[in-house]
């Protein structure tokens, strides 16, 4: 099952029960803004997330990765089966899951041939996607046209996308690097860097500024410890899932591009030896055990020992 298959069957459920987004993250105990990437089918909802989902939607966990024509008995073995690895996953330290979810899979991978939507959620570890391109005559193919799978999924807010959809003729590429990978969840890191001519840098620039609709509120792309930038800033945007911006150096009519994009609050791609720490916002850190993390892994931590605890 893809993440936007069970995206649409959450919406849809939650619509059903006349819920908000707000209304849905305050019962799993998630920001809203989990519940809309979700429903955008950017990641799937953590393990320890199914089971207060499923019940705040009025479905059964297995209802959110397989269809009708199970019949009951199978839905059934499916769902003791889920809510044992649930257990399992709450159990231990989150360093453990894949281990935990590779064991459980390989119980299960073969009593159920309906139940392998679920067996391959659970050992996505096992067929890592992952590309990779450094040579521009490859530009186009990943970036001129949208697709799920090699396309980065930019901030909410774009208006068009703020990489050019190709390189100008007479433009000198002084650095590209794509990287797409998906151990678990979708991370990409994108680095293009331009000189162009006169009158293809003034057009690229008005295009950057005018057209990308993001405004330079610095408390929207600031994230992640970020501080600024050392260059003048054309656009930017940021979130928890990352951060998209554009750099010029106008005296030099050369553009910087770049995207770092990720779920569960850090990249898995090494983007420091990528991007050149000039063009890098000063401070922003999002390693794995980046500060941003570290703060909502203990905001969640809290939320768990106060549901826990005896009313």
Known sequence: MEPKDMGNKIKNARMAKGMTQKELASQVHVTDKAVSKWERGLCFPDMSNLEPLADALGMKMTELFIDSSVNESEEEKAETSLKEAVQLVKARQKKQRRDIILAFAGMFLFELLAFMAICFFLVTDLFVEKDKAERIEDYETYMAVPDAR????????????????????????????????????????IYLDITYDEDAYEKERDRISTKCGMPLDQTRYLVYGAEGFYYPVLSASGDSSGILYALTDEKARRI?????????????????????????????????????RRKFVVEQEGLRIYNAAPS
């Open 150 to 189: 090699h396309n980065p999924f930019a901030p909410p807010g774009k208006v068009e996308w703020i990489f050019p959809r190709s390189i100008p003729e007479g433009a000198h590429v002084n650095d590209f690097y794509y990287e797409y990978y998906n151990p678990w969840d979708p991370n990409y890191v």
């Open 256 to 292: 910087m591009y770049v995207e770092i994009a990720f779920c569960n609050y850090f990249s898995d791609i090494d983007y420091e030896p990528i991007i050149p720490p000039e063009i890098l916002p000063a401070g922003f850190d999002a390693g794995k055990n980046n500060p941003t």
